[in-house]
């Protein structure tokens, strides 16, 4: 079944070279809406996506964590497609160490790609979506920013309960303007970045906790992103959406 949801409406996925990010921007492909797949990683299967629907999406490197970057990727999709309605933060990296192992540049290396860069791109597509009287924005926090990570370290978790934060303060900011702003907390998900991370014995583990039983896919991510930034869900906002088959 073909989903027309978001026809007319132009969505930026940062971190849509891979995982929850990618499979995202795909589902709002397929729900009508322009999209613009924005990350600092060029990969062929994304270019290969974009090329199939040419006049609804467009490939834009940037580090999200610079705000030329980002200042120059938001503008750039507005010329292209003349509207920003929908931003959805889900670039993010990781790093597994003990704290005391853990090097200042470390902590600030995932407090710059996690945090500074959802602050800056949501600065950054304010305007547009104050003008429009309309806007939606999600957030990728993470369990981890809800409990504890099993597999990361303090920096990660820390960076993901900074975005529960941040949604929260945002969400009261911006409904003047009919912005919305929501984050989801998935817990662990099939991607490249879990992949890295998990070990013969840290899935098995990780199975015996999860009351639903399996580790979910990126699209079961993307479907609930999906819905926080649809039409269907206006009355939330500021909402922190847990998506852990029962993990917590
Ligand atoms: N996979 C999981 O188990 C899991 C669980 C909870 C939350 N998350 C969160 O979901 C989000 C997506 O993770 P994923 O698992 O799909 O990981 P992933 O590594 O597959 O994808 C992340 C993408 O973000 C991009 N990226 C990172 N920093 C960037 C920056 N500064 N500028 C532009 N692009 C940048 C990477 O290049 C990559 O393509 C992250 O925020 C992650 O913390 C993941």
């Given at each position: 079944?073909?989903?027309?949801?978001?026809?007319?409406?132009?969505v930026i996925v940062t971190g849509s070279g891979s995982g929850i990010g990618k499979s995202t921007a795909i589902k709002y492909l397929n729900s009508g809406a322009n999209v613009v797949f924005a990350s600092k990683t060029e990969r062929e299967d994304v270019l290969d996506v974009i090329k199939s629907?040419?006049?609804?999406?467009?490939?834009?490197?940037?580090?999200?964590?610079?705000?030329?970057?980002?200042e120059s990727m938001i503008k750039h999709?507005?010329?292209?497609?003349?509207?920003?309605?929908i931003l959805v933060n889900n670039a993010g990296v990781?790093?597994?160490?003990?704290?005391?192992?853990?090097?200042?540049?470390?902590?600030?290396?995932?407090?710059?790609?996690n945090v500074k860069s959802c602050f800056l791109c949501t600065k950054h597509v304010i305007p547009f979506m104050k003008n429009q009287r309309?806007?939606?924005?999600?957030?990728?926090?993470?369990?981890?920013?809800?409990?504890?990570s099993m597999v990361l370290g303090a920096s990660y978790s820390t960076s993901k309960a900074a975005i529960i934060g941040f949604?929260?303060?945002?969400?009261?900011?911006?409904?003047?303007?009919?912005?919305?702003?929501?984050?989801?907390?998935?817990?662990?998900?099939?991607?490249?970045?879990?992949?890295?991370?998990?070990?013969?014995?840290?899935?098995e583990a990780l199975l015996k906790k999860i009351p639903l039983g399996y580790i979910q896919s990126p699209d079961?991510?993307?479907?609930?992103?999906?819905?926080?930034?649809s039409d269907e869900s206006n009355y939330m906002t500021g909402s922190i959406v847990d998506i852990n088959g029962g993990l917590l």
């Open positions: 079944m073909i989903d027309y949801r978001f026809n007319d409406k132009t629907f040419p006049s609804k999406s467009i490939f834009i490197k940037a580090d999200v964590s610079d705000e030329g970057d980002v999709a507005f010329n292209r497609f003349g509207s920003i309605d990781s790093k597994g160490m003990l704290l005391e192992d853990t090097a200042s540049n470390d902590w600030d290396w995932v407090m710059a790609n309309y806007g939606k924005i999600v957030n990728v926090s993470s369990i981890a920013g809800r409990d504890k949604t929260r303060h945002m969400s009261s900011e911006l409904a003047k303007f009919n912005i919305n702003v929501n984050a989801v907390c998935p817990s662990q998900t099939k991607t490249p970045l879990l992949d890295a991370l998990l070990t013969e014995e840290i899935e079961q991510v993307a479907n609930v992103i999906l819905f926080l930034s």
